[in-house]
């Protein structure tokens, strides 16, 4: 182990963020929930509405009313960017029931938590980041609790941290890396609405470059 580290190290991390399984639906939360549902119902019925998915979780707290038809109150763009590895799992385990639910949702966070994090952990070691650095990242920070679960959070910092990495890390700075960053941004926006405050500071922070790094 000694002899490369950082490589153990994301290793390891993939091992748990796989072994490490909570007990969902029974022990998630409302955040996951409506989010799971909000897949799900997407695959399913090709719509938003998620009142039918209570025969199956339950009512759901993180939910709004409209016209009689019940919505998820989170932003959209997790939900919409797990709906395919919904159906990829579905394929192998069939229509939403109590049995498969959690095969599912862990298919949607594997893919949208912990691999994010992974990605960022890997790419961290590719730039020779330090073990030391490279494991409070993946074990010792909040980033490896909410890498477990089905939350916006890791995935929204990992895509804002690297449409700051991809504005700044050039000089000077090139509107295609802009144009990424900006891509990246609004998708952390979509996401978790307030990422749009990190963005903001990002976008403001162009004004006060120098010209000349323009």
């Known amino acids: 182990m000694s002899g490369n580290k950082g490589v153990w190290l994301l290793a390891i991390y993939l091992f748990l963020a796989v072994y490490l399984l909570p007990m969902f639906p029974h022990g998630g939360s409302a955040n996951e929930l409506t989010r799971w549902a909000t897949a799900a119902s997407l695959v399913e019925r090709h719509s938003f509405e998620i009142s039918w998915t209570e025969d199956l979780i339950g ?37 939403p029931d109590a049995s498969n639910i959690r095969v599912t949702w862990f298919a949607m966070r594997f893919a949208l938590s912990s691999i994010p994090l992974f990605l960022l952990g890997l790419w961290l070691y590719r730039k020779d980041a330090d073990e030391t650095s490279l494991a409070v990242l993946l074990f010792a920070s909040p980033l490896f609790v909410y890498s477990l679960l089905l939350f916006s959070h890791v995935l929204v910092a ?34 978790e609405f307030p990422a749009l405050f990190a963005v903001g ?10 010209k000349q790094e323009r």
């Open 59 to 95: 009512p759901n707290v993180d939910t709004a009313r409209v016209d009689g038809r019940t919505y998820s109150n989170k932003a959209p763009g997790t939900a919409v960017l797990a709906a395919p590895f919904y159906a990829i799992a579905r394929v192998l385990v069939g229509p």
């Open 158 to 191: 990992v895509l804002v941290y690297f449409a700051f990495r991809l504005i700044y890390d050039n000089r000077p700075i090139m509107p295609r890396g802009c144009l990424y960053a900006g891509t990246l941004s609004g998708l952390a926006v979509i996401c």
């Open 201 to 210: 500071v990002l976008g403001c922070g162009l004004f006060v470059t120098e």
